[in-house]
C-alpha cells in the first residue's frame, strides 16, 4: 500500500479539485467525517450539503470510526484497536474487534 498525500485545488470556475503527483482530478465521490456525536439530522444535513457541492456521498462516518478504519488498513494482526475521540468537548471511544 502506497500512501500519497493530497492537495485541494482550485480551479478557474471555482470547483476544488484533488492535485497528486502532478496531475489534477475532479472530486466526485467521498467520505465524510463527522464528529462522534453527530445525531442522524446532523448527519442527513451533511450528506445533503456535500450533495448540493456536486458531491456524492458514498458514506457519513464518525472521526473515531475512519481512525480505526485507516489504522486496520495496514494491519494483518488479530487485535482490538481503542480509538480515543476527544471532538467537542464529549468523551467518545470507538472498538474494533
Do not use: C
Not at 456525536?37 to 458531491?55: E, H, P
Not at 458514498?58 to 475521540?85: E, G, M
Amino acid at each position: 500500500m502506497q500512501t500519497v498525500s493530497f492537495k485541494i485545488v482550485r480551479t478557474s470556475n471555482g470547483d476544488s479539485w484533488v492535485e497528486a503527483h502532478d496531475k489534477i482530478s475532479p472530486v466526485k465521490n467521498t467520505v465524510v467525517t463527522v464528529s462522534a456525536y453527530f445525531n442522524d439530522l446532523q448527519r442527513q444535513a451533511t450528506k445533503d450539503t456535500g450533495q448540493i457541492a456536486g458531491l456524492n456521498v458514498l458514506r457519513v462516518v464518525s472521526k473515531p470510526t475512519a481512525a480505526a478504519f485507516a489504522y486496520d488498513l495496514q494491519k494483518t494482526n488479530d487485535k482490538i484497536i481503542a480509538v480515543y475521540d476527544l471532538d467537542g468537548g464529549t468523551f467518545d471511544i470507538f472498538i474494533q474487534f
